[in-house]
Nanobody
Framework: QVQLVESGGGLVQAGGSLRLSCAASGVTLSMGWFRQAPGKDRVIVAAISWSGSTTYYQDSVKGRFTISRDNDKNTMYLQMNSLKPEDTAIYYC??????????????????WGLGTQVTVSS
């Protein structure tokens, strides 16, 4: 069983930046960041393969967000720049139990963190 703990969320003005971290209690395979805004479904933000060589981004965050990982530290990151009010959501990290490749569907992930709130004011 792997436990995931997100950190780095907070309140920021539009145009600002935040860096989210996801610390895992053990070795993880493919990982991803998801977000859920009030009244909406949880959606993929970005995903990364085990090696870090392959990444995926939701269209709305391309060019603004960067996903990365440090397997020596069992930690994944999400650098978020040029934040917009529509980025406001709870951000969750997830880890896959078996795949080393990028996984973009939430129901395929087996491990989830509790989430961290990101609020972007206009």
């Amino acid at each position: 069983q792997v436990q995931l703990v997100e950190s780095g969320g907070g309140l920021v003005q539009a145009g600002g930046s935040l860096r989210l971290s996801c610390a895992a209690s053990g070795v993880t395979l493919s990982m991803g960041w998801f977000r859920q805004a009030p009244g909406k479904d949880r959606v993929i933000v970005a995903a990364i393969s085990w090696s870090g060589s392959t990444t995926y981004y939701q269209d709305s965050v391309k060019g603004r967000f960067t996903i990365s990982r440090d397997n020596d530290k069992n930690t994944m990151y999400l650098q978020m720049n040029s934040l917009k009010p529509e980025d406001t959501a709870i951000y969750y990290c997830a880890a896959h139990k078996k795949s080393v490749n990028v996984v973009i569907h939430a129901d395929e992930y087996g491990y989830w963190g509790l989430g961290t709130q990101v609020t972007v004011s206009s």
